[in-house]
């Protein structure tokens, strides 16, 4: 198996998660698996159902990810990867964007892509 850049790997994971979360919340579900675990604002929730249930029913139906940095370490002998993400979230109707840091721990599939095994969610306030 050729060794894919893990640059690239995270710049595309990155483009496809937020452009889903921005457009079809409900298309994240194919990003996770029972395993997988979002601690979001600091609430761990575990397994693809309840994930998808969290980020559905967040309190604005409207958002845009403007990403600022990613950065990626290769993770582990299993081949995963470890995603960190800064950047703005701008809600619809607000004036202002909110500050946010999101991490992902990416695990291979027998498929070839990448699921999300972790996922961490902050806001950043100043």
Not at 45 to 63: D, E, H, M, R
């Amino acid at each position: 198996m050729a060794q894919m850049d893990p640059d690239a790997v995270a710049k595309a994971f990155v483009e496809h998660y937020y452009s889903t979360f921005d457009n079809n919340r409900v298309g994240l579900a194919g990003l996770y698996q029972e395993a997988s675990m979002l601690t979001f604002e600091g609430q761990k929730i575990l397994g693809v159902q309840n994930i998808v249930a969290k980020l559905t029913s967040l309190p604005f139906q409207q958002c845009k990810h403007n990403i600022s940095t990613v950065d990626c370490q290769p993770s582990g002998p299993a081949s995963g990867m470890l995603v960190f993400v800064s950047g703005n979230l701008q809600l619809a109707g607000e004036e202002h964007a909110l500050k946010f840091s999101q991490m992902f721990h990416l695990m291979p599939t027998p498929q070839g892509s990448f699921y999300v095994f972790n996922d961490i969610f902050r806001l950043n306030y100043a």
